[in-house]
Structure formats: structure tokens, C-alpha cells
T-cell receptor, first 115, second 113 residues
């Protein structure tokens, strides 16, 4: 029973297209995230979202937008795709305490290739 | 915001020897420090974590130490085995800025048979 699942696993698309990646968690966590892992394997936070607030990493272009229909889902929409957007995108979730965080569980990743 | 430095970027050890990976962080408000293991083509998975009110934690062959004063923490793997070969990431959580975890750049651990 997968805890955090994201689809698709692979996505190949042309420059300029708009695409979405879906993410769902069945852990009952209150916070979900999107991370980007580049070709050098560096993992960087893009968004943090719970039912109260969206926190955006200031380096993320506004072509990227998270959409959450409910607490268990956080989808990633990308407009006007560029070559530099090629990377592996990981969804994750955790339960945030008042002052401390808990373990983040990751989805299996979506390898996005822009051609 | 938080900044996490991780060393070395690549570590090669003989099977059965110990491996140590070191990280430093910048935000004194950080209070949670997990370590993730990522095998090729797989998702990062938590192997051990430590909170700021603890100095050391051990789980079988894996241990983590935290020095809050110096703002550094380390991962120790003893009696290394071939299945320990992977990329290891340290991370810190402070709850500020973009929230979520700030990761180090990863260490590629290679276990030589």
C-alpha cells in the first residue's frame, strides 16, 4: 500500500508545453512538498503546503504552481516548459508538529525531460 | 535561510570498514536533522534522524551525532556492506523560509568488495 504516490513516473514533452504531475498521500499527513532533484542529484525544496498556508521557495519561477484539491493531494502544474526544467521531481509529505518536524516520506519521483 | 554543507561528495571504503559523513548547518533555530539514503533510480528514504535535544542516536550499524554548539552533525556506518552503496543526504529543518527540509548536496558512498 503505497504511502506517497505520484504520476506519471516519466514525462517527455516539448518546450513551451504545459504539464501536470499528480501526487497523493494516504498517511494522513498535514503537510505536502515538492522537491526538484537536478542532474547533479541536488535536492531542493520548491513548495511547502498545508491546509493553512503555501510557502514558496523564492527561487522557483512563477511558471510552477502547486494545486491542492484536498489534504491528500498536491499537484504540480508547469507552464511554458523550458529545457532547464528537465529534472526529477519528488513529492513528499510529513506531519508538522508545533515546533518540530517529523519524517518526510517521498514519492517515487517523476523524471521530466523537456526536448 | 538555512544552508547545509555536506562532505565528502564521494567516499570509497573497503567492505567491513567504517564510513563517516559530515554536515554543517547555518541556522541555529534548526531542530530536526534526518539522514536519507537514495539508491540509483529510487526515492530518498529515511535511515536515521536526530532532534536538537539529543546528542547521539544509534540504530544497529548506523549512528548519528549532533553538536549544536558547533552546528554540525555526522553519520557513522560501521561494518559496511555492499548494500550500503548509495547516495546519502543530510538535511536540516528550521521551519523558516521555504519550510521543508534543506538538504546537503549528497555523498556517494562506494563499498569496495
Amino acid at each position: 500500500d503505497t504511502a506517497v504516490s505520484q504520476t506519471p513516473k516519466y514525462l517527455v514533452t516539448q518546450m513551451g508545453n504545459d504539464k501536470s504531475i499528480k501526487c497523493e498521500q494516504n498517511l494522513g499527513h498535514d503537510t505536502m512538498y515538492w522537491y526538484k532533484q537536478d542532474s547533479k542529484k541536488f535536492l531542493k525544496i520548491m513548495f511547502s503546503y498545508n491546509n493553512k498556508e503555501l510557502i514558496i521557495n523564492e527561487t522557483v519561477p512563477n511558471r510552477f504552481s502547486p494545486k491542492s484539491p484536498d489534504k491528500a493531494h498536491l499537484n504540480l502544474h508547469i507552464n511554458s516548459l523550458e529545457l532547464g526544467d528537465s529534472a526529477v521531481y519528488f513529492c513528499a509529505s510529513s506531519r508538522r508538529g508545533a515546533q518540530m518536524n517529523t519524517e518526510a516520506f517521498f514519492g517515487q519521483g517523476t523524471r521530466l525531460t523537456v526536448v | 535561510g538555512e544552508n547545509v554543507e555536506q562532505h565528502p561528495s564521494t567516499l570509497s571504503v573497503q567492505e567491513g570498514d567504517s564510513a563517516v559523513i559530515k554536515c554543517t548547518y547555518s541556522d541555529s533555530a534548526s531542530n530536526y536533522f534526518p539522514w536519507y539514503k537514495q539508491e540509483l533510480g529510487k526515492r530518498p528514504q529515511l535511515i536515521i534522524d536526530i532532534r536538537s535535544n539529543v546528542g547521539e542516536k544509534k540504530d544497529q550499524r548506523i549512528a548519528v551525532t549532533l553538536n549544536k554548539t558547533a552546528k554540525h552533525f555526522s553519520l557513522h556506518i560501521t561494518e559496511t556492506q555492499p548494500e550500503d552503496s548509495a547516495v546519502y543526504f543530510c538535511a536540516a529543518y528550521s521551519g523558516g523560509g521555504a519550510d521543508g527540509l534543506t538538504f546537503g548536496k549528497g555523498t556517494h558512498l562506494i563499498i569496495q568488495p
